[in-house]
C-alpha cells in the first residue's frame, strides 16, 4: 500500500470511531431494564472475600457478593437484609434476629443461623478487627433454631443496629470455613456469599466479571444480568471512560475532584453525593494540644476565625462537600446544628491573638508553626497551602513539611506534629465514628485514628460514655446535642468540612443508588430505564 | 581572553541566549518590586484568564497570580540551578583533577567510584535523594549536586590527564614545584575552558531536574517554583491553560538561553576556531 493511501485509511479509522463508539452506546443498554452494568473499580482488591479485607474496593465489589444482616436507608434507619425482622428486648440487652428463609449460599447450600453464629461469635472476631469490637460486647450469640438468631450483650450498646453493616459484619459460609485458615483458604479465590451477584471469572489486572444469581432470596431481585468491573489504574482514562460510556458508574475517588464538575454537566451522565452517609466523613485541622500556643483556647479560636470552610468546598473540592459545624456529620443521626458558629473574621483573629500576647514583630510575624502535610496526593497539598495563607492573615507563620505516607501515620500518631489535618469516617453512629476522636480513654500513642490531638475533657469522657450504652435515641440525642456544644465551644480540632464523594453513573442508571452505602449496596434493585 | 569575548559576542546565538537570561535575572530581581507580597498570596478569584481582574497571566486553582509565582519562581530556579552546578563543579572537579593527575591506583578507584553513580539513572537517583532526606531547598540542592557531577569530574579527568604530559607541566616539575602547586597554578587554568562549557550546561539541566521533581511533588513546599506551579496547574488544564503554559514557558526560555550560552562559550573557548 502507498503511503498515501495508508494514511488515509487511518483517517478514515479515526473519523469512524467516535461514530462507532456512539452506535455501541446505543445497542449495549437496548434490552429493557435487564442487561449488563459495566462500572470502574480502582485499585484493584486484592481479594473479593469482605470477611477478610474490608478495603474500599473490596466492599464495592463484595458487597454485591455478600450480605449482612440488615442494610440502612438515606437516614440510617435498619431495614431488612439477611434478616427479615428483629426484636429488641425492654433492657436493651437482648437482640433477635429472624433470618430470611430462602437465602442460599451461592453453592446451593442453605443460609441457616449457625453461618451468623459462625461468622458473629468465631471467624469475623478473629479476622476483623471491627466487629470484634462490637461482638465482643455479647456475652453470648446463640441459635434457638435454623432461622433465629440471639446476640445477648453484657451491657446495653446504642448503635449495636448499626453494626450489621455488609462491610462491618458481611456473613460467611461456615461449611467452608469451619476449622480451616480462613486467610489461606483455597476458597478464597471463589468466594461464596449470598448476594444478588455471583463471581463468574476475576481477570486480574483487566476485570472482575459478576453475574446475577438466579437462587437470590428477595423476589425480582437482580434486575441486573451481569456487572463488569473494569480495573482502571490511571484517572485521566477513568473520567474518559465515562465520557465514552466505555463505563456507566464510578464512585468514591475514581473520579478526580477537577474532573467531576465536568462530567456531572454531561447530558448522558448523573451525580450524586448520596449513598455516602454511613461513612459520612469530616474533614479538619489538627493542632497538637499538647504544645504551645496550641493549648491556649484563644489561640484555637483565632486559627478557626482565620478559615473559610467555603473557600475549601468551593475552590479546593471543586464544590463537593459542604462547611461542617462541628464533630458530628450532618448526614448522620444525633447531629445538633444549634452549635456556636464561627463566621470568618480576621480583625476579632488578631484580637484575640493580641490578647494572648503574642506580639508581631517588624516582620509582622507573631508565632512560627510547623504544619505536616498529608502525603496523598494534591488535594491535600492545596489544603496546606490554603491553612497557611489563612494563617498568615493573623501573623502567623506557617512552614510546611512534608513526609512520605509511613511517615506520616508514624509522626501523627507519635504526636510529633504542631498542625496537620484529617479525615475520619463516621460508621453510621457517634460511639463508632466520633467519640474515638475526643474521649480521653483513646489516647494511644503509636496508634493512627485515635485521639491523636491530645484532647482531654472529663466531661465529653462522660457524655460519650454515658451515650454509648443507652437505647433510647431520645435520650443518647441530648447527650450528644451537650457533648457538641462542649466541643465546638473548646475546638479540640478545627472542623471545616464534610467531605462528599462524587457517585458519577449513566443517567439511565435507576435505583443503584438505594441505601446509606450506596455504592458498595447489593445493586439488586439496580435496573435500566425503559 | 579578550579574543574569546570578541569571538563571543560575534554570535548572535550566544547574544540572544544572554539576553534573555538577563531578563531572567531582572525578572528574580523586580519580583519583590512589582509583587511585594508572598507568590503565595490569595489575591484574586481562582482561575480567572490572563488580563482579567488585574492578573496579567490569569490566576490559579487558589487565586494566586500566576505573573507573581513566576517572578518569584526565577530566582528560586537560578538560585537552585547554580547552588547545585557549584555543588557538582566542586566535587567533580576535585575528583576528576586528582584521578587525572595521580593516576594510577588512585584514578582506577575514582573512576570506579564515578561509574557507580553513572550507572544509575540521574533522575530516579534525585527523587530517591530528595524522598530520603525530605524535600527542603537545601536537600534538593544537595541531591541535584551528587546527580550531576559525574560528567564534570570525567571531562576534568581526560582533561587533566592531557595537559599534565605537556612539557610545560614537566618543565614546572623539573623546577621543583609541588604536585598541589603545578595543579592548581598550571594545569586546571589550562583545562577549565570545556568545564565551564559543560558547567553552564550543568545550570540549565539543574533547572530542569528541580522542575521536574516539583513537578512531582517533591519541592520545597515552602518556595514558589516554576515546576511546582505546572504540577499545581496540571490539574486543571484543560479548565485553566494558562496556569501551567507560563511557568512551562518560562523553564523552556531559561533553559534554551542557559543551552545557547553554552554553545557559544564553546566556541569562543575552542582554541581550534580561528578567531582571525
Not at chain 1, 480521653?440 to 482531654?456: L, P
Not at chain 2, 576534568?156 to 623539573?174: G, H, L, N, Y
Request: aromatic content about 10%.
Amino acid at each position: 500500500m502507498k503511503r498515501r493511501g495508508f494514511n488515509k485509511m487511518l483517517l478514515g479509522a479515526g473519523l469512524a470511531l467516535p461514530a462507532m463508539s456512539l452506535f455501541r452506546d446505543g445497542v449495549a443498554y437496548a434490552q429493557g431494564a435487564a442487561g449488563g452494568l459495566t462500572a470502574i473499580i480502582n485499585p484493584e482488591p486484592p481479594v473479593l472475600v469482605l470477611p477478610i479485607n474490608q478495603q474500599i474496593p473490596t466492599g464495592t465489589i463484595g458487597g454485591k457478593i455478600y450480605e449482612s444482616l440488615l442494610s440502612y436507608d438515606f437516614e440510617l434507619k435498619p431495614q431488612p437484609q439477611l434478616a427479615e425482622s428483629w426484636e429488641i428486648s425492654e433492657d436493651g440487652l437482648t437482640y433477635t434476629f429472624h433470618l430470611a428463609k430462602k437465602a442460599k449460599w451461592h453453592d446451593g447450600k442453605p443460609f441457616t443461623s449457625a453461618d451468623v453464629v459462625f461468622s458473629c461469635n468465631v471467624m469475623l472476631k478473629e479476622v476483623h478487627p471491627r466487629a470484634r469490637g462490637v461482638f465482643d460486647r455479647c456475652e453470648s450469640i446463640t441459635a434457638p433454631d435454623d432461622h433465629t438468631v440471639v446476640f445477648k450483650l453484657k451491657a446495653p450498646f446504642g448503635p449495636f443496629l448499626l453494626a450489621f453493616e455488609t462491610s462491618s459484619a458481611p456473613m460467611a459460609p461456615k461449611h467452608i470455613y469451619e476449622g480451616t485458615d480462613y486467610r489461606k483458604n483455597p476458597a478464597n479465590d471463589t468466594p461464596i456469599g449470598t448476594g444478588p451477584f455471583k463471581l463468574k471469572e476475576w481477570s486480574r489486572g483487566s476485570h472482575i466479571h459478576l453475574v446475577a444469581n438466579e437462587d437470590y432470596y428477595l423476589e425480582g431481585q437482580p434486575v441486573l444480568t451481569e456487572i463488569f468491573y473494569k480495573v482502571v489504574p490511571d484517572g485521566a482514562s477513568r473520567s474518559v471512560a465515562m465520557e465514552t460510556g466505555e463505563a456507566q458508574l464510578s464512585q468514591f475517588a475514581d473520579i478526580e475532584p477537577f474532573d467531576v464538575p465536568r462530567l456531572a454537566a454531561m447530558p448522558n451522565l448523573k451525580m450524586t453525593t448520596k449513598g455516602y452517609e454511613f461513612f459520612s466523613p469530616v474533614l479538619w485541622y489538627e493542632l497538637n494540644l499538647r504544645k504551645k500556643p496550641f493549648d491556649d483556647l484563644r489561640f484555637r479560636k483565632a486559627a478557626r476565625l482565620l478559615l473559610d470552610p467555603k473557600f475549601i468546598v468551593d475552590k479546593i473540592n471543586f464544590g463537593l462537600g459542604k462547611p461542617a459545624t462541628g464533630p458530628i456529620a450532618s448526614t448522620t443521626k444525633f447531629y445538633d446544628p444549634n452549635v456556636t458558629i464561627y463566621k470568618t473574621d480576621v480583625a476579632a483573629a488578631n484580637a484575640l491573638l493580641d490578647e494572648m500576647g503574642l506580639k508581631k514583630d517588624a516582620n509582622g510575624v507573631r508565632t512560627t508553626i510547623k504544619f505536616l502535610v498529608v502525603p496523598f496526593g494534591e488535594f491535600w497539598t492545596r489544603l496546606a497551602e490554603y491553612f497557611r495563607q489563612a494563617m498568615k492573615q493573623g501573623g502567623i507563620e506557617v512552614v510546611l513539611e512534608t513526609t512520605d505516607p509511613g511517615g506520616f501515620a508514624q509522626r501523627v500518631s507519635n504526636w510529633e506534629f504542631d498542625t496537620t489535618s484529617n479525615m475520619l469516617y463516621q460508621n453510621g453512629d457517634p460511639a463508632l465514628g466520633v467519640a474515638r476522636s475526643y474521649i480521653s480513654s483513646n489516647i494511644r500513642k503509636g496508634v493512627m485514628f485515635t485521639n491523636t490531638e491530645g484532647y482531654s475533657n472529663k466531661e465529653v469522657d462522660e457524655l460519650f460514655d454515658r451515650a454509648a450504652v443507652l437505647t433510647s435515641d431520645k435520650e443518647r440525642a441530648e447527650l450528644y446535642s451537650k457533648v457538641q456544644k462542649i466541643l465546638v465551644d473548646d475546638l479540640p480540632v478545627l472542623w471545616m468540612t464534610e467531605q462528599q464523594f462524587p457517585t458519577i453513573h449513566d443517567a439511565r442508571l435507576e435505583n443503584a443508588i438505594d441505601t446509606a452505602i450506596g455504592v458498595n449496596g447489593t445493586f439488586g434493585r439496580a435496573r435500566w430505564a425503559s | 581572553m579578550n579574543d574569546s569575548i570578541r569571538t563571543f559576542l560575534r554570535q548572535p546565538s550566544g547574544l540572544l541566549g544572554l539576553a534573555i537570561l538577563f531578563l531572567v535575572c531582572l525578572a528574580a530581581a523586580l519580583a519583590p518590586i512589582l509583587y511585594p507580597g508572598s507568590p503565595w498570596d490569595m489575591v484574586g478569584a481562582p482561575l480567572q484568564p490572563p488580563g482579567t481582574a488585574g492578573s496579567l497571566l490569569g490566576t490559579d486553582t487558589m487565586g494566586r497570580d500566576i505573573a507573581s509565582g513566576i517572578l518569584h519562581g526565577a530566582s528560586v530556579s537560578l538560585m537552585i540551578g547554580i547552588a547545585s552546578t557549584i555543588a557538582a563543579l566542586a566535587v567533580g572537579v576535585t575528583l576528576g583533577a586528582i584521578a587525572g593527575y595521580a593516576g594510577g591506583m588512585v584514578d582506577r578507584l575514582i573512576v570506579r567510584f564515578i561509574e557507580i553513580f553513572q550507572t544509575i539513572p540521574n533522575f530516579v537517583l534525585a527523587i530517591l535523594l530528595v524522598a530520603i532526606l525530605t524535600p527542603s531547598i537545601s536537600t534538593i540542592i544537595l541531591a541535584i549536586g551528587l546527580v550531576s557531577w559525574p560528567p564534570l569530574a570525567r571531562l576534568t579527568r581526560v582533561q587533566v590527564q592531557s595537559i599534565a604530559a605537556r612539557e610545560f607541566v614537566q618543565a614546572a616539575r623539573c623546577q621543583g614545584l609541588g604536585s598541589m602547586s603545578i595543579l592548581l597554578r598550571h594545569v586546571i587554568p589550562n583545562a577549565i575552558s570545556p568545564i565551564i562549557v559543560t558547567g553552564s550546561m550543568t545550570v540549565a539541566s539543574a533547572i530542569l531536574i528541580e522542575a521536574a521533581l516539583s513537578f512531582m511533588g517533591l519541592g520545597d513546599p515552602n518556595y514558589m517554583s516554576w515546576g511546582y506551579m505546572i504540577g499545581a496547574g496540571r490539574t486543571v488544564i484543560r479548565m485553566a491553560w494558562w496556569a501551567s503554559l507560563f511557568p512551562g514557558l518560562a523553564i523552556l526560555l531559561t533553559a534554551v538561553a542557559i543551552n545557547l550560552i553554552g554553545e557559544a562559550l564553546n566556541d569562543a573557548l575552542n582554541p581550534r576556531i580561528s578567531r582571525s
